[in-house]
């Protein structure tokens, strides 16, 4: 179904991304920025938070089934092992849908991860994809190649019913990264200067597309950290082009036949920026705000009480290794509360199977089974009044990870661990 | 449709955060949300508003995480409407879809004070400020979005179009 007239294929011009997907799943040549398009959707997830409200619409409107058992993936992420009744709850809403409607994805305590790292990793989500979650960080997945973007739970009842949803084909802000990249330096770090410099609106509505020589050798983890924060630019979606690395990563794990996807070299951007990392240091992005990053070294002295290592941005092996590095010999300072949160079941058992879990266990941190927890103030490292912390999360809005007037300032896994060890924030090349 | 209340400002980006703090994300229900509608932005508001009344805010307005749960409290708070500079992208999406009116207008976001006395003519997309007596008229809803509020919603637009 289309919204505007097609416009036909002899004045054919360069793609983006984001347009070539969008266009393949709605039965088209090509799209425009601006247009609105019904598409067909590969995947699309809720979570234990926001599948209670779509489960509800559906069944209000009358539906029985869900349109494909095969397409609609449910991950109890949020607040499990539930941390009270209500929440409880909620999960066993979910389980029990998924149970009735014979999901053939449904992950829960005991095999769920948070979701967004869980699903690239069971290779439910190939390059190509179109994919929609009711949670803002399913724009994690243009690290692989896939269009996928954040929605409600209407949306998400609107896709269990049908397949399908509009979709307004976003402009595309191209960024081309150059220079030489600092120790220490990784891809959160990227983002956090990348939002620094364009703003928590420099994206609003548009896709983002990553590029660039440091781009290319990025590895597959930084890059997930990176689409991941596009919402924080207020971002549709984050892009990475289908490359080698991609294909390492997905080959082995793909469930599906897949296609990967390059943007045209004269697709049309709104707007195309070029940063030069050379001169960055690793990011510290100060309350209340992700677009308050700044160098680790110009923080000055602030005094921490708890760190989290974790998250759908950062809650990874190799994240989890870049912080282990650092602890490695070393203790958490005295009144810091350091917590370890590995992302899935499979992060879990090869950071306990690669000895990971010893330096923890030997620097004083503890570690938590997976969810999304204290990234969103919700249970197992909820901060009180007054109180600071440093985590490798996503956002750090008033609130965010407890009271009020409790601070949360972003970094890399590396950075937080060396505040952890020292007690303030710092630079893991000055420990 | 048209409101008349009282408008509570707000700043810029304000996030779903301060719009309903996940602390309360334990529950879907409607009433227990619009308890803490506003509440890390301001924890007085639910106790000052009255129904009818509008929010009007700065740029970048619901900001932050998908949870439709924020535009279920602001509604069921019994906000009207919200008008803002700037609409972060999911909140935009989720009040079309749920049926939240929201109007986009820099210049009434501008030019109304906390504390004046608005009307909002939704469908005509004019918005007077009665208090200092001036009127804005900002752009038309686009065309699908009509069809989308015209069908009662998302929902409904799905099962009349028989896609499923």
Redo the contacts between chains.
Sequence with gaps: ?K?KENKRDNTRRGMTLSEKILAAHCGRGNVEPGE?VFCRVDVALGND??S??AI??MEK?G?KKV?DPDKIIMVND??VPN??I??AQ?SKLVRDFARRQNLTWFYDVGTMGIEHALLPEEGLVVPGDLVI????H?CTYGAINAFST??????L??VM??????FRVPETLKIIYTGKINPYVVGKDLILHTISKIG??GA??QAMEFTGPVIENLPMSGRFSMANMA?EA?A?AGLFNGDSLVEEYVKPRAKRPYRMVRSDPDASYARVLEIDVSDLEPQVALPY?PENAINVSETGNIPIDQVVVGSCTNGRYEDLLEAANVLKGRRVAPFVRMIIIPATMKVYRRAVDEGLFQIFLDAGAVISTPTCGPC???HMG?LAEGERAVTTTN?N????M?H?ASEVYLANPAVAAASAVAGRIIHPGDL | MIFKGKAWKFGDDIDTDAIIPARYLNTSNEAELAKHCMEDADPEFVGKMRPGDVIVAGRNFGCGSSREHAPISIKASGISCVIAVSFARIFYRNAFNMGLPILESPDAAEGIDDGDEVEVDTERGIIKNLSAGTAYHTTPIPSFMQELINAGGLIPFVLNKGFY
């Design positions: 179904m919204m609105l938070v926001t209670p409200i509800d619409i409107a539906v349109f949020h607040f941390k009270d209500a929440s909620h979650g009711a949670d803002s399913t954040g929605m409600g739970s209407t949306d009842a609107a019913i049908s397949g399908m949803t509009w928590v609106e609003r509505y919402i207020g549709k705000s969103l103030g919700g909820v956002r809005f008033v609130g965010r407890g009020p």
